[in-house]
C-alpha cells in the first residue's frame, strides 16, 4: 500500500500541509461507500475518488478535504463467457480481469489504454493497471476504437452511490436494454464528478486467434494518413489503423509508416494480408510504398505501444491527445505546428482520428493556439499530461460553448447537487454556482466554486 | 396518461395562431387531417392531439418550443410514428411536433465514414444514398423502411446485426439538438467521444423526453465483401440455445443469430413457405459476413458445433437467393403470426440466454392460463425475446387479457435477471411496469436528469415514468440534522 502514489497535489486554493496529510479511506462494501457520502454531504466536505490513482493525472487537481479509494472493493462477481457479460466490483484490478477473461480465450475489445507510461507510474504501480471502475470513468479506449468502440459501448449497466449520497443503479447485464435512460453512457466518461460507481457489468468478446499487421512504408506522412483513410473503407476487416511520423520511436520508422492490423482465425488473416497487400500495390498514390509485415508477437507489441502512446509518453514533454475528422488530422497538425507550438513528437491512431501530441512544456501548455486550431477543425483538445500546477490554470478538457457548458453544470447537479465528488476535476471554470441553503456557513470550501 | 390540463385546452386558438406565425404552411387542426396523427404503431391507444406543427427549419423548431415554454403548452415530437410503445402517442393538451419534412440528406462524407442527414430521413434511405460506393448503415429495426432516423435516435433502435455491430448509440457521431426553451445546441461531428459528459449518449434512447434532434450524422461501414447463412433444425429450444450458446463460447460473433419456435415456424411455413424444417422444436439462422476466407472457416466451425449439440436439419446458403430465403421466414414472422391472429401484441424483452429454456416453458404455462396462444422470435446472440400474443379484439376481455398477459411476460423476463424492453422503447406500453426493475431511487435519479434537461416537464411527458415530480421536489435533499462523523473505515 505504502507504493501508491501519493495524493495529488493541492490546488493553490487548498492548504498544501493539509492535503499531504489527507487520509485515505478504503471502503471495503457499498455500504460503506454510501456511510462516507451520507457524511460528506451532511459536512459539505469535498471528496476526491480513486481506484488506485493510475489516473489522477488525468483532469484538473481535484479539491478535496477527504480521498475515498475504491481499491478495497475488490471482485468479479458474474462471468458468463458464453453470454459475454462480466460483473465486478469497481476496485477490482484491470490486470485480474484482463486474465480471467484471457483463461477464457475473452477480452475487453475496447483495450483500455495503460497509463502507466503516461504518468510515468512506478513498476509496483502498474501491477495492477488501474481498476476497472476507473478505466470506466475515464471512457478508455485503445487502437480498435473505430471497430470496437470506447468503454462506452462495453458498458451494460453500474451500480452507484451519487453526489447525494443514495445508492442506484442503471442498466443490466444483457446487451439489448432500452429501459430508461441510458446512465451508462454518462458515467462512462465522467471522471469520477456524478457519482461513485460501485458495481460495472461490461460486455465482453472474444479474444481474435490471431493476428498480424501490415506495414507501408517510403510514403509522405500525407501518404500514409490517405492510405489508412482508404484501409477503413475495405472490406478486409482491419482493425487499426495508425501512422507514425518519421523519426517515431518504436524502432520501426523508416520515414513515415501506416500501419494496418488484421486479426482473426489463422487462415482468413493470411489470406486477407496478401489481400491488402495487393489491393494498395495496385493503387497508382501507393505503388511506391514498401510493404513489409509484423508477425504475430512482434504486431501485439507494436499495437499495446500504439494503446499507450508510447511514441509520446516515453520522452518528457507536455502531453496532448487530440480527437478530430479522420481528414483534418495532417491540417490540424500543421496549422498547430503554423502557430509556433513547438511539438516535439507526434503520431496518428484511428485513420487520423487521433492525435497525440508531445510539446515542450511552457506554463499555459499552448493551450490556445492548440485549441483555437481543433475548433477551426473540429474536435475536441485534452491536456493529458502537465503539472499539476499547469492543469490548475488551464482547462484539462475542450472548453463548451456557453449553452453547453451550462446543460453539462445541470447535469452535473443533477447526481451531485453539492459537487462533492471530484471537485474541480473538469476545471475551475466548470463547477457550478451552488445555491444550497447551507452555503452560509463558512466552510472554506464553499468559497472555491464561487471564486 | 395524465389528465388534459384545461389552462393549455382554453388556450387552443392562441396556441394555433402563435404556430402558424412561425410555420405559416405547416400547422395541421382540424379534427379530420388531425386523425392520421391519432396513434404511432402501438395502435391499442389512440388520442387526437391539440394542434399538429411540421416545421422546416431549426430556427421553426427553436421558435415552436420557446413559445410552448412560454405559454407551458407540452410538446409530443414525432418522426414516422412507428414506435412501438407508444413513444409518439399524442396528448390531447400538447403539440404534436411532426419532424416529417426534415426529409435531406445534407452531407455524405465518404473519407470520413460519415453521413450528415436531418432527422426524418428514414433508417434505411441513409443506406441507399451510400450503397452505390459499397456502404450501409449498421443498425436495422425491421421498420427501416419507414422508420426515421431521428426516431431511431430516440429509441436507440437495435436490429438483427447488432451482437456484431451494434445500437443506434454505437453509430452517432454528432447531434443537433434544441431543448425545450428554443436552445439549439451542436453535439460531437465527426470526430469519435466527447470531452465532459457524453450528453450524445445519453439522449439516444431518451425517448424524445429531453430534446428535440435536428440533425444527426451517423457514421456508415463498408459492406461485407460476402455473407452466408446457415439454417439448423433442432429437437427442441433447450438444444437450439444450447448451441447459440456454444457458438459465442467458441469465439464466433456471428452478424445475425436468430432463433423461432415452433408456433412461429409453422406461421411463417403457413404463410409463404420458405423450406423450414416443419419437424424440428426450433429454428436458428446463424449469419456470417466478412471476407470470403474468413466466413469460410466459420461457416465449417458453425457446422461442426451444430451437428455436436444435435440438429436434426442444417442447411448452408450456396448464394444469395438461399440466404435471402433463409431470412424471408424470419422477416415475414410477424405479418405470419398477423395472418393466424386475428391480432396480435408484440412484446419486447430481453433475458440472460440461459435462461431461455425456463422462461419458455413460463410462457407456455401463461398461456395456457389466460388461454392466449404465443409465437417467439427470438434475437438469440443477444437474448432479445418478441413473444407475439395471439387475441382476438372483437372478443370482449381478450385485448385486456393479452395486455395482462403481455405484461406478465415482462416481469418474467426481469424476474430472471433481464430487462423489460430490448428495442421497442418505454413508452406508454411499459411505463408502469418500471418500478419493476428500478426502485424509487434509480427512477428519481433519472428524473433528475430530465430536470436538467427540461425542468417544466413539458417534452413528451406522460411517457417512461409512472409518476411525475416535480423537479423542486426531486432536486430536495435529505441531509442529515448536524454534521455525521465520518465513518470509521481502513485508510492509509
Known amino acids: 500500500m505504502a507504493d501508491l502514489p501519493s495524493p495529488e497535489q493541492p490546488a493553490p486554493t487548498a492548504a498544501p500541509n493539509e492535503a499531504a496529510a489527507m487520509d485515505i479511506l478504503l471502503p471495503r462494501d457499498e455500504k460503506d461507500v454510501l456511510a462516507v457520502v451520507e457524511a460528506a454531504v451532511a459536512n459539505r466536505t469535498p471528496l476526491e475518488i480513486m481506484g488506485f490513482g493510475s489516473k489522477t493525472g488525468l483532469g484538473g487537481p481535484v479539491t478535496a478535504e477527504k480521498c475515498l479509494s475504491l481499491s478495497a472493493l475488490s471482485g468479479v462477481t458474474l462471468y458468463e463467457p458464453a453470454e459475454l457479460v462480466l460483473r465486478a466490483h469497481a476496485g477490482t484490478p484491470l490486470r485480474e480481469i484482463q486474465a480471467l477473461l484471457a483463461q477464457n480465450g475473452q477480452e475487453l475489445a475496447f483495450e483500455p489504454m495503460d497509463h502507466g507510461d503516461l504518468y510515468g507510474l512506478t513498476k509496483n504501480d502498474r501491477i495492477k493497471g488501474g481498476t476497472i471502475g476507473g478505466t470506466v470513468a475515464v471512457n478508455a479506449s485503445g487502437p480498435r476504437r473505430i471497430r470496437a468502440g470506447a468503454a462506452r459501448d462495453h ?42 460507481m460501485t458495481e460495472v457489468t461490461l460486455k465482453v468478446l472474444p479474444r481474435p486467434e490471431n493476428e498480424e499487421s501490415v506495414v507501408v512504408s517510403n510514403l509522405t506522412e500525407d501518404q500514409a494518413l490517405a492510405l489508412l483513410r482508404m484501409a477503413t473503407g475495405l ?134 493556439p492548440i485549441r483555437a486550431a481543433v475548433d477551426r477543425f473540429g474536435g475536441h483538445a485534452t491536456l493529458m499530461r502537465a503539472d499539476d500546477c499547469i492543469r490548475a490554470q488551464t482547462p484539462v478538457f475542450h472548453p463548451q460553448a456557453t449553452a453547453l457548458a451550462a446543460l453539462s453544470q445541470r447535469v452535473k447537479l443533477a447526481f451531485d447537487p453539492l459537487s462533492l465528488l471530484n471537485r474541480d476535476k473538469f476545471g475551475k471554470n466548470f463547477e457550478p454556482r451552488i445555491s444550497d441553503p447551507k452555503s452560509s456557513d463558512s466552510k472554506p470550501e464553499q468559497q472555491t466554486h464561487n471564486s | 396518461m395524465p389528465l388534459p390540463e384545461a389552462a393549455i385546452l382554453t388556450k387552443r386558438q392562441e396556441i394555433v395562431a402563435r404556430l402558424q406565425q412561425i410555420v405559416p404552411n405547416g400547422v395541421v387542426h ?17 388520442q387526437l392531439p391539440l394542434v399538429v406543427v411540421l416545421p422546416e427549419t431549426v430556427e421553426q423548431v427553436s421558435q415552436i418550443l420557446r413559445v410552448a415554454q412560454d405559454m407551458n403548452v407540452k410538446v409530443v415530437p414525432r418522426g414516422s410514428g412507428t414506435s412501438l410503445s407508444g413513444g409518439s402517442l399524442p396528448l390531447a393538451d400538447a403539440i404534436l411536433l411532426g419532424m416529417s419534412k426534415f426529409n435531406r440528406v445534407l452531407e455524405i462524407d465518404y473519407e470520413n465514414r460519415c453521413v450528415r442527414v436531418q432527422p426524418g430521413v428514414t433508417n434505411s434511405a441513409i443506406t441507399r444514398a451510400v450503397e452505390d460506393e459499397g456502404f450501409y448503415y449498421a443498425p436495422d429495426p425491421s421498420s427501416q423502411i419507414a422508420c426515421s432516423i431521428g426516431g431511431n435516435v430516440a429509441e436507440n433502435s437495435g436490429g438483427v446485426h447488432c451482437l456484431k455491430y451494434g ?79 456454444e457458438i459465442i463460447a467458441r469465439g464466433i460473433i456471428p452478424g445475425g443469430l436468430e432463433m423461432m419456435d415452433k408456433a412461429s415456424i409453422d406461421a411463417v411455413e403457413a404463410f409463404q413457405p420458405c423450406g423450414y424444417p416443419r419437424d424440428a422444436g426450433s429454428l436458428v439462422i446463424v449469419e456470417l459476413d466478412g471476407t470470403e476466407a474468413e466466413v469460410n472457416v466459420l461457416i465449417d466451425r458453425v457446422a461442426d458445433i451444430a451437428v455436436k449439440k444435435g440438429a436434426t436439419s442444417l442447411k448452408v446458403s450456396e448464394n444469395e437467393a438461399e440466404r435471402l430465403r433463409f431470412w424471408s421466414g424470419r422477416k415475414n414472422a410477424f405479418p405470419a403470426v398477423g395472418a393466424i391472429g386475428p391480432d396480435y401484441l408484440c412484446m419486447d424483452g430481453t433475458i440472460p440466454r440461459s435462461q431461455l429454456s425456463y422462461v419458455l416453458t413460463r410462457m407456455d ?67 408502469d411496469l418500471m418500478d419493476r426493475m428500478f426502485n424509487e431511487i434509480d427512477l428519481q435519479q433519472q428524473e433528475r436528469l430530465k430536470c436538467a434537461f427540461d425542468p417544466a416537464h413539458r417534452l413528451n411527458p406522460g411517457k417512461v415514468f409512472p409518476t411525475l415530480h416535480r423537479c423542486a421536489e426531486l432536486g430536495r435533499m435529505h441531509v442529515h440534522n448536524g454534521q455525521l462523523p465520518f465513518p470509521d473505515l481502513p485508510r492509509f
Open chain 2, 167 to 245: 445500437l443506434t448509440t454505437n453509430n452517432i457521431l454528432g447531434l443537433e439538438v434544441v431543448l425545450m426553451g428554443g436552445e439549439i445546441l451542436r453535439l460531437g461531428g465527426k470526430h469519435l467521444d466527447s470531452d465532459l459528459y457524453d450528453l450524445i449518449g445519453v439522449l439516444t434512447g431518451s425517448e424524445g423526453l429531453l430534446g428535440v434532434i435536428t440533425e444527426v450524422t451517423v457514421r456508415i461501414l463498408q459492406k461485407p465483401a460476402t455473407a452466408r447463412g446457415i439454417l439448423l433444425g433442432f429437437p427442441t429450444v433447450q438444444d437450439g440455445g444450447d448451441c447459440v450458446a
Open chain 2, 30 to 46: 382540424t379534427e379530420r387531417e388531425m386523425r392520421v396523427y391519432e396513434c404511432d404503431a402501438l395502435t391499442l391507444y389512440r
Open chain 2, 365 to 431: 404455462q401463461l398461456a395456457a392460463q389466460y388461454g392466449l396462444r404465443v409465437a417467439n422470435v427470438f434475437h438469440a446472440g443477444d437474448g432479445n425475446l418478441h413473444p407475439l400474443i395471439l387475441y382476438d379484439s372483437s372478443k370482449p376481455g381478450d385485448s385486456e387479457k393479452a395486455e395482462q398477459f403481455g405484461a406478465d411476460i415482462l416481469c418474467l423476463c426481469v424476474e430472471v435477471g433481464g430487462v423489460l424492453t430490448g428495442e421497442h422503447g418505454v413508452g406508454v406500453e411499459k411505463r
Open chain 1, 235 to 368: 472490406p478486409y476487416d482491419i482493425s487499426s489503423f495508425s501512422c507514425l511520423p518519421e523519426g517515431s520511436l518504436l524502432g520501426l520508422a523508416r520515414g513515415p509508416i501506416a500501419i494496418l492490423r488484421i486479426e482473426g482465425p489463422h487462415l482468413s488473416v493470411q489470406k486477407r494480408k496478401e489481400e491488402i497487400i495487393t489491393f494498395f500495390r495496385k493503387q497508382a498514390m501507393f505503388a511506391k510504398g514498401q510493404y513489409d509485415l509484423l508477425q504475430e508477437a512482434v504486431s501485439r507489441e507494436f499495437w499495446s505501444a500504439v494503446r499507450d502512446a508510447l511514441p509520446v509518453t516515453a520522452i518528457s514533454g507536455q502531453v496532448w491527445r487530440l480527437s478530430t475528422a479522420p481528414t483534418e488530422a495532417a491540417p490540424l497538425v500543421t496549422a498547430i505546428h503554423a502557430a509556433g507550438v513547438p511539438i516535439l513528437r507526434w503520431f496518428y491512431d484511428w485513420a487520423g482520428g487521433l492525435i497525440w501530441l508531445c510539446i515542450e512544456p511552457s506554463t499555459d501548455a499552448h493551450a490556445e
Open chain 1, 155 to 196: 458498458l451494460l449497466g453500474f451500480q452507484a452511490v451519487s453526489g447525494r449520497g443514495e445508492i442506484f443503479k442503471s442498466g443490466g447485464r444483457v446487451m439489448k436494454n432500452v429501459t430508461g435512460y441510458d446512465l451508462s453512457k454518462l458515467l462512462a466518461g465522467s471522471h469520477g464528478t456524478l457519482a461513485i
